[in-house]
Nanobody
Framework: QVQLVESGGGLVQAGDSLRLSCAAS????????MGWFRRNPGKEREFVAG????????YYADSVKGRFTISRDNAKNTTNLQMNSLKPEDTAFYYC????????????????????WGQGTQVTVSS
């Protein structure tokens, strides 16, 4: 059974940093690209960042580029999202996800490309 478990969310002030982690089990982690998405109530889940299977290719939403960094450790089956210079508009429920994509277009920003999802962790940024 595949499990993705996020941790590291919390309440911070604008300008602070947070590091989210996602621990994966039940899958061959190095076969999957990993992504982070976020959602606010009443809104669609939106792509934040993705990393391919090796960690050599990353992709970011324009809204977080230069502030967030995604990484992965295939030896530990984990992926992390380092979030710096947080803004109130970054407040959301954050999810990690695993995608079987490969090659061109991977990591993908599209939800339908992702096969497995975690339960999410709340990030709240106060102004």
């Amino acid at each position: 059974q595949v499990q993705l478990v996020e941790s590291g969310g919390g309440l911070v002030q604008a300008g602070d940093s947070l590091r989210l982690s996602c621990a994966a089990s039940g899958l061959t982690f190095s076969n999957y690209a990993m992504g982070w998405f976020r959602r606010n109530p009443g809104k669609e889940r939106e792509f934040v960042a993705g990393v391919n299977w090796s960690g050599g290719n990353t992709y970011y939403a324009d809204s977080v580029k230069g502030r967030f960094t995604i990484s992965r450790d295939n030896a530990k089956n984990t992926t992390n999202l380092q979030m710096n210079s947080l803004k109130p508009e970054d407040t959301a429920f954050y999810y990690c996800a695993a995608s079987g994509c490969s090659g061109y277009g991977c990591p993908s920003p599209y939800k339908f490309e992702y096969d497995y999802w975690g339960q999410g962790t709340q990030v709240t940024v106060s102004s």
